[in-house]
């Protein structure tokens, strides 16, 4: 049996009538019972604002926020706490670096490279970039599989090249993008990387001064954590080269009628009274995963990634997309004469949630030829029970609209 699934309280339960099934994790993960209680604790025994008083309940929750925040720097391994900023999530954190950083530093006749699959939230902001500062967008080719190479993409990388924007792994083909590679062409021309690490953080160790990328953006609601959490890391010497882009509370230092300044990394960026509870819950999220192992986290969703693509072979009419090796956390598919809409419908009255729809990843379902797909992601909770389900699920799908035709 799974050794983490009881550690989930919401798995227990039935959905129409059958065991949940929870194959959603790439869009949001299920919790723990002690991220849960954390959270709990904070609102029930300390809560109180940080940073502005020096009674004891404001104390203790200064000490927990602060805390959280060495947590991520360690597991990320960053240098400083000082590179980690709380947001509201990778969302918040990519328009950061779009309208902080990109907006100041690019210019008429700069280019800003991208993958086509890239999700809204780290294609959108550059857009607006562009718009603004004439920059121009360059878009990486992939191949069949969606996969990126290196040789294809390393003529692109030119003097002109001041931004590589790039999702860590695909939010819709699991894909492991060569980080460390694009960061080390970029950097030989002068540029940055900044990457979308919301999917790779919750399955993979990520060292950023080993893949030494300039900015990370990554969601605790997807590493176990709550909602309504980021984080954004960035080297020093780039934020601190960085104006806020909210004004207000804590990042204050001084102000007058006419000007103001503000505090030193990492609170310049954390306007207003932050995310508390959130920051408390992300910290436990990362003492959870780390007493797991994220090694053995990659290990097991490794393998229930290769075990759900061999197992669905079998479902004659099944149609993947992305590689069938180095993915991880997701399996997307369509059945033939199927809507995946319709495909979801169905799993879901057997107890079975998947994702359906275009993933917020409209010119990747544009080039695979699909205004949209299904897609069943796997984490540490799920086990092959879970996918040998998904496939007695697909069956049904295709005897029901098999029997209406």
Known sequence: MNPWKKDFPILFQQVNEHDLVYLDSAATSQKPNSVIEQVAAYYQGYNSNVHRGVHTLGTKATDAYEGAR????????????????????????????????????????????????????????????????GAKLVYMPLESDSTILLEKVRPLITNKTKIVAIQHVSNVLGTINPVAELAKLVHEVGGIITVDGAQSVPHMKVDVQELDVDFLSFSGHKMVGPTGIGVLYGKEHLLNDMEPVEFGGEMIDHVD????TWKELPWKFEGGTPIIAGAIGLGAAIDYLQAVGMDQVEAHDRKLTAYALNQLQSIEGIRFFGPLENRIGAVTFNLDNIHPHDVATVLDAEGIAVRAGHHCCQPLMRLLGETATARASFYLYNDESDIDQLVKGLQKTKEYFMSIT
Request: proline letters at 3%.
């Open 257 to 260: 009628l006419e000007t103001a």
């Open 70 to 133: 060495d947590k991520v720097r360690d597991f990320i391994h960053a240098k400083k706490r000082e590179e980690i900023i709380f947001t509201r999530g990778a969302t918040t954190s990519m328009n950061i670096v779009a309208r902080s950083y990109a907006m100041v530093h690019c210019k008429a006749g700069d280019e800003i490279l991208l993958s086509p699959a890239e999700h809204h939230a780290n294609l959108i902001p550059w857009q607006q970039v562009a718009k603004v500062t």
